[in-house]
């Protein structure tokens, strides 16, 4: 099943901050996260394995809570150039695909 | 340069024709996996090669098809075209998703007329 994100699409001043989220039915191995700009491909951020691990990259924070099986990115003193869609990514087992969630529109204005 | 190779670019081509996108996965990767992306939608899985063998299977039409071949490069072929196939189509390589991500081409637009 897919992961749903929410929300679908948030609106932020440059400096603010974000909270993206990642839900699932299904018990969770691991979570990728990944930011896609418009016309060009979606690049990898960060990985979360079970074990309520949190990771940073930048001023981009990610928790993952097992139990829960949800997992949260957070997107601090936002920049301009944190605009994009980020998509949340459930896998399996290693070498497993990933399934995606629909995504969810960052916008960051001046 | 992300290290994964996709081509063509860009493809336009008529209903009914039958085209095929090539990916070359990043040196040392060997999954390769197959996404479709319409228009303002999400990545849908369509296929996952690990090694030459077919790993995994999502909601891949029977008129599209691919394979992976011994050096690791990947070909998807989509047959008997519709105006609904029109999508960007992108290939994914990764040495181990347990522990790594995905490193994505840059995607072939496909345009189906």
């Known amino acids: 099943q897919q992961p749903v994100q929410s929300p679908q699409a948030v609106i932020l001043r440059e400096g603010e901050d974000a909270v993206i989220n990642c839900s699932s039915s299904k018990a969770l191995y691991s979570v990728h996260w990944y930011r896609q700009k418009h016309g060009e491909a979606p690049v990898f951020l960060m990985i979360l394995l079970k074990g309520g691990e949190q990771k940073g990259h930048e001023k981009i924070s990610a928790s993952f809570n097992e139990k829960k099986q949800q997992s949260s990115l957070y997107l601090t003193a936002s920049q301009l150039s944190y605009s994009g869609t980020y998509f949340c990514g459930t896998g399996g087992t290693s070498y497993g695909k990933l399934t995606f969630g629909q995504g969810t529109i960052l916008t960051v204005h001046p | 340069d992300s290290g994964v190779t996709q081509t063509p670019k860009h493809l336009i081509t008529a209903t009914g024709q039958r085209v095929t996108l090539r990916c070359s996965p990043r040196s040392g990767d060997l999954s390769v996996y197959w996404y479709q992306q319409s228009l303002d939608q999400g990545l849908q899985f369509l296929i996952q090669?690990?090694?030459?063998?077919?790993?995994a299977k999502g909601n891949i039409l029977e008129r599209f098809s691919a394979q992976q071949f011994p050096d690791l490069h990947s070909e998807l072929n989509l047959s008997s075209l519709e105006l609904g196939d029109s999508a960007l189509y992108f290939c994914?390589?990764?040495?181990?998703?347990?522990?790594?991500?995905?490193?994505f081409g840059s995607g072939t637009r496909l345009t189906v007329v």
């Open positions: 090669y690990y090694n030459g063998e077919e790993r």
């Open positions: 994914a390589s990764s040495v181990d998703t347990t522990y790594y991500g995905y490193t």
